[in-house]
Nanobody
Framework: QVQLVESGGGLVQPGGSLRLSCVVS????????MAWFRQAPGKERDLVAR???????DYAESVKGRFATTRDNYENTVHLQMNSLKPEDTAVYYC??????????WGQGTPVTVSS
């Protein structure tokens, strides 16, 4: 069974940084496009970033230039480096396989709160 465990969230002031991690078990991340999503209170889950098998990546316009996703094939982990955080980045962050047909059960996510 594929499992996803996100970590690294927390409370940070505007302008601060956080690095999220997603440890994947049961399937090799290097074979698939991985994605980060976030869900703010009362809103739908939205795509934030993708990392493709060639390690190229793309981002939602709202985070472009501030967020960067990487992959560690040895640790079977994906990361999301978040810089210049804004209050509107407050959400629960999740990772999963990008292809909807390949989605694993959602993990618990890791909450990020950006507030002074």
């Amino acid at each position: 069974q594929v499992q996803l465990v996100e970590s690294g969230g927390g409370l940070v002031q505007p302008g601060g940084s956080l690095r999220l991690s997603c440890v994947v078990s049961g399937r090799s991340v290097k074979l698939f496009t991985m994605a980060w999503f976030r869900q703010a209170p009362g809103k739908e889950r939205d795509l934030v970033a993708r990392i493709y098998t060639d390690n190229s990546s793309d981002y939602a316009e709202s985070v472009k230039g501030r967020f960067a996703t990487t992959r560690d094939n040895y640790e079977n982990t994906v990361h999301l480096q978040m810089n210049s955080l804004k209050p509107e980045d407050t959400a629960v962050y999740y990772c999963n396989f990008d292809n909807e047909m390949r989605r694993a059960p959602w993990g618990q996510g890791t909450p990020v709160t950006v507030s002074s």
